[in-house]
C-alpha cells in the first residue's frame, strides 16, 4: 500500500528553525521552490541547515507592520522547508531547493547570535499538511484546469498538458501556487487557506480577477 503520509512527521520539525524572509516567495507541503543565495547571512543559514536537520522556514515579509530591531516585521504564518537540492557556483553563489514539508504559525522571534534570524514555531494547526493528498476529492480539478488554460491563452504561453493532467491534485494546486505571477498578499492568502479547496478556489478567483484586468476578453480554453 502506497504511503500516504509525507516523509517526515511533526516530531521532525524541531520548535526553533532558521527563517528566511522572503517577499513573493511561496512554499506549500510538497511543493518546490527554487532559491538563488548570495548574502552572507543567508549563506551561512544553508551551511547550518546542511550541517543540521536541512530544514529552513519560509515566510514572507510584512510590509504593513513596523520592523524590529532585527529585521522587517513577518506574517504569522509560513512553511517549513527541507534543503533537498544544492549546487555552488563558480562566484559564491548557492542555488538550492527547498521542498515544502508543513505550514507554521510564529510564536516568537529568538534572540540569537547567528546572522540570520531564528523563530519558534508551532505546527499544530496545520496537521493535514502531512497527509499527502488531504482533500483532493472536495477540489474542482475541472475549474483549475480551466483557470490555467485561460491564464495561459491570454499570455501567449505553452504547458505541458500532458504532464498537467497527469499531476495529482495536490501536486497541481500548490505547485500552480508556487509559481503564479501574483503579488505577495495573494500568495499569502493562498498560503494561509485553509486547506487545499480553499487554496483552489481562491487560485481560481484571483486568476480570474486578474484576467478580467487584462485587454481583450481574458477568455481561453482546455484543449
Known amino acids: 500500500m502506497a504511503n500516504n503520509r509525507n516523509y517526515l512527521s511533526p ?36 551551511d547550518d541547515a546542511l550541517a543540521g536537520a536541512r530544514l529552513i522556514g519560509m515566510i514572507q515579509p510584512d510590509e504593513a507592520a513596523p520592523a524590529g530591531a532585527s529585521g522587517p516585521a513577518v506574517h504569522k504564518v509560513g512553511c517549513v522547508g527541507r534543503l533537498t537540492q544544492f549546487g555552488e557556483t563558480g562566484d559564491g553563489r548557492y542555488l538550492i531547493t527547498l521542498s515544502g514539508i508543513c505550514r507554521f504559525r510564529v510564536v516568537e522571534e529568538m ?9 519558534r514555531i508551532d505546527t499544530a494547526l496545520f496537521a493535514e499538511d502531512f497527509d499527502v493528498s488531504a482533500g483532493e476529492a ?22 505541458d498538458w500532458d504532464g498537467i493532467r497527469q499531476a495529482g491534485t495536490e501536486t497541481l494546486v500548490n505547485a500552480l501556487s508556487v509559481m503564479s505571477p501574483y503579488g505577495a498578499l495573494e500568495k499569502q492568502a493562498l498560503l494561509e487557506a485553509e486547506n487545499l479547496k480553499a487554496r483552489a478556489d481562491m487560485l481560481v478567483a484571483i486568476t480570474q480577477m486578474m484576467l478580467a484586468r487584462m485587454p481583450g476578453d481574458g477568455e481561453g480554453s482546455l484543449q
Open 111 to 119: 534572540a540569537v547570535t547567528t546572522p540570520y534570524r531564528q523563530f
Open 11 to 46: 516530531a521532525d520539525i524541531p520548535p526553533v528553525i532558521p527563517v528566511f524572509p522572503l517577499t513573493g516567495a511561496l512554499l506549500l507541503p510538497r511543493a518546490e521552490l527554487p532559491l538563488n543565495i548570495f548574502e552572507p547571512r543567508y549563506l551561512a543559514m544553508v
Open 138 to 159: 472536495e477540489v474542482d480539478r475541472e475549474a483549475v484546469l480551466a483557470a490555467l488554460a485561460a491564464f495561459l491563452d491570454a499570455n501567449k504561453l505553452e504547458a
